[in-house]
């Protein structure tokens, strides 16, 4: 199974992007697909993840700008980033857990950069 981050950049404060990851598999039951970030210096962290179940948890530091998504049609998760702010550079992962599956999958992750 692959994971293909794409959508990271350098945007300005205030600025949105909004990042994909495009999975090789279905997504449709999975039972985690999720962003986590790596900042300079900083260990990586849960930024937003959705759940077999239906629930999501985001990092309180995104929470009301960061809106986590998927499209299990073309098994591909979103993370659209509005309102972004320079403490949100990073690097962005994607995470897929099949259901019932112990396996794990990370994306290589994709540089976002916010700067003016």
């Known amino acids: 199974v692959q994971l293909v981050e794409s959508g990271g950049g350098l945007v300005q404060p205030g600025g949105s992007l909004r990042l994909s990851c495009a999975v090789s598999?279905?997504?449709?039951?999975?039972?985690?697909m999720g962003w986590y970030r790596r900042g300079p210096g900083n260990q990586r962290e849960l930024v937003a993840v959705?759940?077999?179940?239906?629930?999501?948890t985001y990092a309180e530091s995104v929470k009301g700008r960061f809106t986590i998504a998927r499209d299990n049609a073309d098994n591909t998760a979103y993370l659209q980033m509005n309102n972004l702010k320079p403490e949100d550079t990073a690097v962005y992962y994607c995470?897929?857990?099949?259901?019932?599956?112990?396996?794990?999958?990370w994306g290589q992750g994709t540089q976002v950069t916010v700067s003016s």
């Open positions: 959705s759940r077999s179940d239906g629930t999501t």
């Open positions: 995470r897929f857990i099949p259901e019932g599956s112990p396996a794990d999958y």
């Open positions: 598999a279905s997504i449709a039951r999975a039972y985690l």
